[in-house]
Nanobody, 122 residues
Framework: QVQLVESGGGLVQPGGSLRLSCSAS????????MGWFRQAPGKERETVGV???????WYVESMKGRFTISRDNAKNMVYLQMNSLKPEDTAVYYC????????????????WGQGAEVTVSS
């Protein structure tokens, strides 16, 4: 069983930055691929990217450049650094965990956090 808790969401002005954190309660954190996803109001959930414990990362093409995923395996943490935020980045951001990276990249996962709301507005 994996429990995920996101934090760090909030209101940020356009052009600003925000870092989301996701804490994982699991004994074998390194055996899980971690992903970040988001769901904007009235839209389907979309994948931001995933990170393997090895340090390898993969991002959806549209997310490259402004979003960076990192993980600290010693602390069971995964982070999403978001820069140059735009109003269209407003969404609930979720972290998720799965042992299957292909499944995760398709937007599916065995374990999900409750989400962190990010609002980009002046």
């Amino acid at each position: 069983q994996v429990q995920l808790v996101e934090s760090g969401g909030g209101l940020v002005q356009p052009g600003g930055s925000l870092r989301l954190s996701c804490s994982a309660s699991v004994q074998s954190f390194s055996s899980y691929v971690m992903g970040w996803f988001r769901q904007a109001p009235g839209k389907e959930r979309e994948t931001v990217g995933v990170a393997w414990s090895s340090g390898l990362k993969w991002y959806v093409e549209s997310m490259k450049g402004r979003f960076t995923i990192s993980r600290d395996n010693a602390k069971n943490m995964v982070y999403l650094q978001m820069n140059s935020l735009k109003p269209e980045d407003t969404a609930v951001y979720y972290c998720a965990a799965d042992r299957d990276s292909n499944k995760l990249r398709r937007g599916q996962a065995d374990y999900w956090g409750q989400g962190a709301e990010v609002t980009v507005s002046s």
